[in-house]
Nanobody, 115 residues
Framework: QVQLVESGGGSVQPGGSLRLSCAAS????????MGWYRQASGKQRESVAT???????NYADSVKGRFTISRDNARITVYLQMNSLKPEDTAVYYC?????????WGQGTQITVSS
């Protein structure tokens, strides 16, 4: 069993910053990829940023240059530093972990960007 615990969500004004953390625990081995997805109200879930076990990163075009994903392999934790936040970044953000052919998701944390 794998558990993902997210933290760092909240409300911020446009232009502000937030940092999300996601700590994984349980039967974890051969992690292929970790990352963050988001789902805005009335929209489909979309990939925000992912990072492979080798450190290769991939970002959605909408967040490139503003968001940075990183991971601590020893703590099995993935981070998302979000800068220059915009109202359109408002969504529930989900941590994601891929092990082999299995996908695991966090419970989600709300990010609201509003003045």
């Amino acid at each position: 069993q794998v558990q993902l615990v997210e933290s760092g969500g909240g409300s911020v004004q446009p232009g502000g910053s937030l940092r999300l953390s996601c700590a994984a625990s349980g039967s974890i081995f051969n992690i292929a990829r970790m990352g963050w997805y988001r789902q805005a109200s009335g929209k489909q879930r979309e990939s925000v940023a992912t990072i492979t076990s080798g450190g290769n990163t991939n970002y959605a075009d909408s967040v490139k240059g503003r968001f940075t994903i990183s991971r601590d392999n020893a703590r099995i934790t993935v981070y998302l530093q979000m800068n220059s936040l915009k109202p359109e970044d408002t969504a529930v953000y989900y941590c994601y972990l891929k092990i082999g052919y299995s996908d695991f998701w966090g419970q989600g944390t709300q990010i609201t960007v509003s003045s």
